[in-house]
């Protein structure tokens, strides 16, 4: 084992916090994994990784080595795709929301993956706030408003909304011509996002000013297709992507409201730690995802 392949290893480890993790992410033995790293001490002289039963973490030796690997192993990386043609290859582990993964990106897929065919894919749907670096992610993908966050942001696209609600629920309470007739008895769907204390309210581009109400909700939810087919079920008015629904639009089970007075459109980013800026497949994989997102339909650039 050469070197830069130790240190692949070794960034790994301390990234993960765990050898069996680490091994996992790259296909190898935990015990190639655990005899890289000891080689990697005797060469050095120093102890890199504080080992204890519940967990693996850089000593501070290990940190200041593996700042510097972590840029070795990038330039590296940017050197032999430029100059040898040889493409991007290795695991992408990937956090975005299910239904933006099934609409934007897994069409396109194929393709993407028949032009890179040494890269894999491994995407999950967390919708929860996580340790990008710790938890061995490469990127994630975040709709909304960011926190402050020391991760690198690249902004993938803006999702146009609009203000829904089904037509039995509209015979029933009346259709809103103005904001103000919400207030009259009208209800919401709750939609409670993970990372935020309270539900979201409808808002409204009034006058060149945003307006934000909120109506009682007899049901409250914390997931897109619940919210969906709550709206769809005359439970209440969504305010939602335009993408989103598109078949319930074709298929009349849920009817677009205020028109004239959208949502704002809500930003699409992706998220990656400055150590793996330079990857060369995380660039080839945001270059095409940033791609399929603008391709999408209902979106504002």
């Known amino acids: 084992?050469?070197?830069?392949?130790?240190?692949r290893i070794f960034t790994r480890v301390a990234e993960r916090r765990s050898f069996s993790l680490a091994a996992e992410d790259l296909g190898i033995p935990r015990s190639t994994v655990t005899d890289a790293v000891k080689l990697l001490e005797q060469r050095l002289g120093v102890r890199l990784l504080e080992r204890t039963t519940r967990v693996v973490r850089p000593t501070l030796d290990?940190?200041?080595?593996?700042?510097?690997?972590?840029?070795?192993?990038?330039?590296?990386e940017d050197v032999e795709a430029g100059f040898s043609g040889v493409k991007p290859s290795g695991l992408l582990r990937v956090d975005l929301h299910g239904t933006q993964a099934r609409y934007f990106l897994l069409p396109g897929l194929p393709?993407?993956?028949?032009?890179?065919?040494?890269?894999?894919?491994?995407?999950?749907?967390?919708?929860?706030?996580?340790?990008?670096?710790?938890?061995?992610?490469?990127?994630?993908?975040?709709?909304?408003?960011?926190?402050?966050?020391?991760?690198?942001?690249?902004k993938l696209a803006e999702l146009a909304r609009?203000?829904?609600?089904?037509?039995?629920?509209?015979?029933?309470?009346?259709?809103?011509?103005?904001?103000?007739?919400?207030?009259?008895?009208?209800?919401?769907?709750?939609?409670?996002?993970?990372?935020?204390?309270?539900?979201?309210?409808?808002?409204?581009?009034?006058d060149g000013k945003i307006r934000e109400i909120i109506l009682p909700a007899v049901i409250?939810?914390?997931?897109?297709?619940?919210?969906?087919?709550?709206?769809?079920a005359g439970l209440g008015i969504i305010q939602v992507p335009r993408y989103r629904i598109e078949a319930e639009i074709a298929n009349g089970s849920l009817v677009e409201i205020l028109r004239d007075m959208p949502p704002p459109a809500i930003p699409v980013h992706a998220l990656y730690s400055h150590t793996r800026q330079l990857s060369p497949r995380l660039r080839v994989f945001l270059e095409w995802m940033t791609q399929q997102y603008r391709e999408g339909a209902g979106l504002v650039h």
């Open 1 to 7: 084992m050469d070197r830069f392949d130790a240190m």
């Open 62 to 76: 290990g940190e200041a080595y593996y700042q510097r690997c972590i840029r070795l192993i990038a330039d590296l």
């Open 111 to 154: 393709a993407f993956l028949e032009h890179y065919p040494d890269i894999q894919l491994h995407i999950s749907e967390t919708h929860q706030p996580i340790d990008l670096v710790r938890e061995g992610y490469d990127c994630i993908v975040r709709v909304g408003a960011l926190s402050d966050s020391n991760l690198i942001q690249r």
């Open 162 to 206: 609009g203000t829904f609600a089904s037509p039995d629920y509209l015979s029933k309470f009346g259709v809103p011509k103005t904001p103000d007739d919400l207030e009259d008895g009208h209800r919401m769907v709750g939609l409670l996002a993970p990372d935020m204390p309270s539900i979201a309210p409808l808002a409204f581009h009034v």
């Open 220 to 232: 409250t939810v914390t997931g897109a297709e619940t919210n969906v087919a709550s709206a769809c």
